[in-house]
C-alpha cells in the first residue's frame, strides 16, 4: 500500500493505492480523498505494474508525491528520497 499526500492540500487529504490478489489475476484499488474507491482488474503482474506505474506518474503530475512510511526499511527510503528505484 502506497499513500500520496499533495502539499497544496490539507494534511488529511491523501490518496492510497493498493493491490490485491484474486482468483483470475489481481485487482489495483486506489482511495480517493473524499472517499471514492477507483479500481482495475488484471491478469497478470506485467499488466498491474503496467497500470500502477501509469497511476503513479499521473498521480505525480498532479502534484501528489509518495509518502514515508516508518514500516519502510531505511535503505529502501534512502532510495527513494534519492530518486532511485529500490528492487
Do not use: K
Not at 50 to 58: D, H
Request: with cysteine; aromatic share 8%; hydrophobic share 35%.
Amino acid at each position: 500500500m502506497v499513500c500520496f499526500l499533495n502539499p497544496s492540500r490539507p494534511a488529511n487529504e491523501r490518496i492510497t493505492v493498493w493491490c490485491e490478489p484474486q482468483d483470475a489475476g489481481f485487482r489495483l484499488l486506489r482511495r480517493e480523498p473524499d472517499g471514492t474507491l477507483r479500481t482495475e482488474r488484471h491478469t497478470d503482474r506485467t499488466a498491474v505494474y503496467a497500470a500502477t506505474v501509469r497511476w503513479q506518474a499521473a498521480l505525480a503530475r498532479a502534484g501528489w508525491q509518495p509518502v514515508e512510511t516508518t514500516r519502510t526499511p531505511l535503505a529502501r527510503r534512502r532510495a527513494m528520497r534519492a530518486g532511485q528505484f529500490h528492487r
